[in-house]
């Protein structure tokens, strides 16, 4: 094959939307209907300022509640909220992109959006078109309001090809919930990455049955599209759009290391802007966002495990292997896996030289089995190397 062909392939697969869990923010968790362009402006700021951008959190979307009620009459275009977004929705595009970020928006496959305005249903084409005269980068594209008669893949295949003759490279963000056994066609359909699961809540249980849930599904998330789980709530406490009980410190470390060995989309849901510093630190943990964003993107399985005491385990590039161990339960557990289970049987002669991406320490070669009595809600966490 001449050089010039290879060069080729190299640049197209650097473009490739998607190659890597996308990251960013969304307004829905704790702004809600609450969106405006000051709100927009301020997290696009506090993004930059905290090194959110730095860390591979490169995507701002504006989630459902941004337009009027009611189509234009004339154009039958969506129009942005005139009093939330007084300078149209390019102002705000072109806002986010003098920040270095990239832009998203949100519609729905239905008649109506999740929170009653106009969806894309019958529309589609002029939508995207319009998304991609604001500047937009990414759709997230919900499911409310589907008439009975509509096919549901059907309608995300139609918002695949219509973003395909936007004009602009539009990442599409699938939201039906886990319908219609989505993990088996939303790749067919252009999307490069799909909702699986119900909408989190700011809560323990909540982030845990969605986690359990996914298990058996970790397989269907990989380059090009990805199993996405919702927005995190890190930092939440119980405040905002979808806070509910709330999460402790612990809860929150759980959450982003389950999403971060899962694959995962990493979209932040808590308020940028008032991110405390141990937040902060958690969600720009350069071993966890390695985890997540590992160039192979293989999937984790799950080794061993109770109910509630899991072990999970991702081969990542440069030989280098992850484990993440959580205990799910209500009170102290002991989470193990014997490493013949994950494929090191004893007569190898290895174990993993593992590492905790959490305090940095090295805990020296381990072989045979792991054992270790977690907390409730908390978890582990290593980034190993086969060693003798
Ligand atoms: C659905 C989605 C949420 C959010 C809301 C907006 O419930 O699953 O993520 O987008 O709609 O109304």
Not at 23 to 49: C, L
Not at 53 to 71: F, K, Q, T
Not at 144 to 161: E, F, H, Q, T
Not at 182 to 192: C, D, F, L
Request: overall charge negative; proline content about 4%.
């Amino acid at each position: 094959m001449p050089t010039g062909s290879f060069k080729m392939i190299f640049v197209r697969s650097e473009l490739m939307l998607s190659r890597t869990p996308p990251m960013g923010f969304n307004t829905w968790n704790t702004f809600g209907e609450n969106i405006n362009e000051s709100v927009i402006k301020e997290t696009a700021d506090a993004m930059v300022e905290k090194g959110l951008l730095e860390a591979g959190y490169n995507y701002l979307v504006i989630d459902d509640c941004w337009s009027e009620r009611e189509r234009d009459p004339e154009t039958g275009k969506i129009v942005p909220d005139k009093i939330k977004f007084p300078n149209g929705m390019k102002a705000v595009s072109d806002y986010v992109h003098s920040k270095g970020l990239k832009f998203g928006m949100y519609s729905c496959a239905g008649t109506r959006t999740c929170a009653d305005y106009p969806g894309s249903f019958d529309h589609e084409f002029l939508d995207a078109r319009t998304f991609a005269e604001y500047g937009a980068d990414f759709l997230k594209y919900d499911f409310c309001y589907k008439p009975n008669v509509a096919n549901g893949p059907l309608l995300y295949r139609k918002m695949g090809m219509a973003l395909k003759a936007s004009g602009r490279e539009i990442l599409f963000s699938a939201c039906n919930w886990g319908n219609d056994e989505v993990n088996t066609w939303i790749r067919s359909a252009g999307a490069h990455m799909y909702r699986s699961t119900g909408d989190i809540n700011d809560s323990f249980p909540s982030m845990r049955d969605i986690s359990l849930s996914q298990i058996d599904n970790l397989a269907y998330s990989a380059p090009g599209c990805f199993n996405d789980i919702d927005m995190l709530t890190i930092g939440m406490y119980g405040e905002g759009n979808v806070g509910s009980s709330g999460c402790t410190d612990i809860d929150y470390k759980t959450q982003f290391a389950v999403w971060c060995m899962f694959s995962a989309p990493l979209m932040l849901g808590g308020d940028i802007r008032n991110l405390n510093d141990k937040m902060l630190e958690l969600v720009k943990n350069k071993d966890l966002i390695r985890i997540n964003q590992d160039e192979e993107g293989r999937p984790a399985f799950c080794t061993t495990g109770s109910r509630e005491a899991k072990s999970f385990v991702k081969l990542l590039s440069d030989n280098e292997i992850a484990v993440l161990l959580v205990n799910f339960g209500e009170s102290d557990a002991h989470v193990e896996f014997y490493f013949e289970n994950i494929g090191i049987p004893a007569a190898s002669g290895y174990g993993l030289e593992m590492r905790d991406v959490f305090t940095g320490k090295n805990l020296g070669v381990k072989k045979e089995f792991m054992r270790r009595k977690i907390a409730a809600h908390d978890c582990e966490c290593y980034i190993c190397k086969l060693a003798k």
